[in-house]
């Protein structure tokens, strides 16, 4: 099953505006993970955000988490034609013991 | 190399053929990881390494699938007997941390395997 539930499910826009993706999860967390995955690749880790952090850049990535509403979104500025690719969010548990959960992604296009 | 390898990329297997999947993980990664991915999906999760242990095969679907890192590098990915409800693209991670708390992990490019 899976914890992570992204929204939406599939964005277009244009090149040049922002993205925003939303990432929703049922319990609680040590961190959440953004991973970018391009068609027939495999996935790139893009940011890490822990739980005790409300906000983190990288590069035009950025990062929000709130755990009071278990939500997290990611933002990307001043899309690229190379920015198309599906975008998970995966929730790092609490235990060690435990695995990390992927949603079932984002997947984004932008128009030229 | 610098990165996870996974070989095949590709393997077309019929209905009733056992395969092997093949995950080189980066050089002194102590956690190696299998993920199962359908088409239009998220990764799945399916077994967890620490070095040659394989401390959590809770995600493999059926008796079927088997997984082995004898010297806790290499690992590989078998699945007997195949269906074609075990097609999908097999993912392989790894990260130089153990478990799976605060650490990125590092994917290979995956096997995708059509059952036909």
């Known amino acids: 099953s899976q914890q992570g539930e992204e929204d939406p499910q599939a964005l277009s826009i244009q090149e040049g505006e922002n993205a925003t993706m939303n990432c929703s999860y049922k319990?609680?967390?040590?961190?959440l993970q953004w991973y970018r995955q391009n068609s027939g690749r495999g996935l790139v880790h893009l940011i890490l955000i822990r739980s005790n952090e409300r906000e983190k850049h990288s590069g035009r990535l950025r990062v929000t988490l709130d755990t009071s509403k278990k939500s997290s979104s990611l933002l990307i500025t001043a899309s690229r034609a190379a920015d198309t690719a599906s975008y998970f969010c995966a929730t790092g548990p609490m235990n060690r013991d435990d695995k990390i959960i992927f949603g079932k992604g984002t997947r984004l296009h932008i128009l030229p | 190399g610098a990165g996870v390898s996974q070989s095949p990329r590709y393997k077309v297997a019929k209905r009733g053929q056992d395969v092997a999947l093949r995950c080189d993980p980066i050089s002194g990664h102590v956690s190696l990881f299998w993920y199962q991915q359908a088409l239009g999906q998220g990764p799945e999760f399916l077994t967890y390494?620490?070095?040659?242990?394989?401390?959590?095969k809770s995600g493999l679907p059926s008796d079927r699938f088997f997984a082995e890192r004898p010297e806790g590098s290499v690992s590989t990915l078998k699945i007997q007997r195949t269906q074609q409800e075990d097609s999908a693209v097999y993912l392989c991670?790894?990260?130089?941390?153990?478990?799976?708390?605060?650490?990125?992990?590092?994917f290979g490019q995956g096997t995708r395997l059509t059952v036909v």
């Open positions: 390494f620490q070095n040659e242990a394989q401390l959590d």
């Open positions: 319990t609680s967390i040590n961190n």
């Open positions: 991670a790894s990260s130089f941390v153990p478990g799976h708390l605060n650490t990125e992990a590092f």
